[in-house]
């Protein structure tokens, strides 16, 4: 069992930064790669970034590149997503996501807001 908690969303300005962190707790944290994902009103979910098992590699989608970072701290067993000059584009709830062989977990969602 695993369970995600997500934090540190909040109502920014455009060009402004937020600093989301996903908590897990239950199985081995540092065994399994995370992402986030995002919620828009009326649209379908979608991938934002992840980050690998050992940390080494990152993925972002093509909408966040050079603007969102995803990093791990094993010690907390945390991991970040930095996200730097937000636009009104993504406003949308945010989530992170462990996959564990057959087992899909979700964490409850943060509520990013960008105004303009």
């Known amino acids: 069992q695993v369970q995600l908690v997500e934090s540190g969303g909040g109502l920014v300005q455009a060009g402004g930064s937020l600093r989301l962190s996903c908590s897990a707790s239950g199985r081995s944290f540092s065994r399994y790669g995370i992402g986030w994902f995002r919620q828009a009103p009326g649209k379908e979910r979608e991938f934002v970034a992840a980050i690998t098992s050992s940390g080494d590699n990152t993925y972002y989608a093509d909408s966040v590149k050079g603007r969102f970072a995803i990093s791990r701290d094993y010690a907390k067993n945390t991991v970040f997503l930095q996200m730097n000059s937000l636009k009104p584009g993504d406003t949308a709830v945010y989530y992170c996501?462990?996959?564990?062989?057959?087992?899909?977990?979700w964490g409850q969602g943060t509520q990013v807001t960008v105004s303009n």
């Open positions: 996501n462990l996959v564990a062989g057959p087992w899909n977990y």
